[in-house]
């Protein structure tokens, strides 16, 4: 299975791989070379942490695509093809960072690697594991 990960996803297997679901740490671990990361993450941690919301990730910005690389994840770019999908999506779910996300797993046929419920709104295959959100919070944790 191909997979692409959702920013919080990365970020928590970056930062602090106890909020993952050992399946999930496993999975990503074990799949480095079928494991995509899009420009997608690297907008939405870079402007996050410039406003402040994940300044514990401000290390990671000058290596960034080298931290991508070591980890055998394949870089995903956007191009046109996905910005017009993401575009033309007509679910209510508003956050570019998630509709650019959506329609590269669409599109390329991946399997987005998420717990944010807010992906059903959109038609791409999605993959989460135990446990559901009620037992951990989906937090960027700082």
Not at 26 to 44: L, P
Not at 96 to 119: S, W
């Amino acid at each position: 299975m191909r997979l692409l990960l959702d920013t919080h996803v990365l970020i928590w297997w970056w930062t602090d791989r106890s909020l993952l679901p050992d399946t999930i740490d496993q999975m990503i671990e074990s799949g480095a070379d079928r494991i995509f990361v899009s420009s997608v993450n690297a907008w939405e941690i870079a402007t996050k942490a410039r406003l402040g919301k994940l300044p514990q990730l401000l290390p990671y910005l000058d290596r960034y695509e080298a931290a991508v690389l070591d980890a055998d994840f394949k870089p995903l770019n956007l191009t046109m093809a996905h910005g017009l999908r993401a575009g033309a999506y007509d679910a209510p779910h508003r956050d570019p960072f998630d509709r650019m996300l959506a329609a590269q797993a669409e599109l390329e046929g991946l399997t987005l690697l998420t717990r944010d419920p807010a992906f059903a709104a959109f038609p791409c295959q999605t993959l989460w594991h135990q446990p559901m959100l009620s037992e951990k919070r989906l937090t960027y944790r700082s």
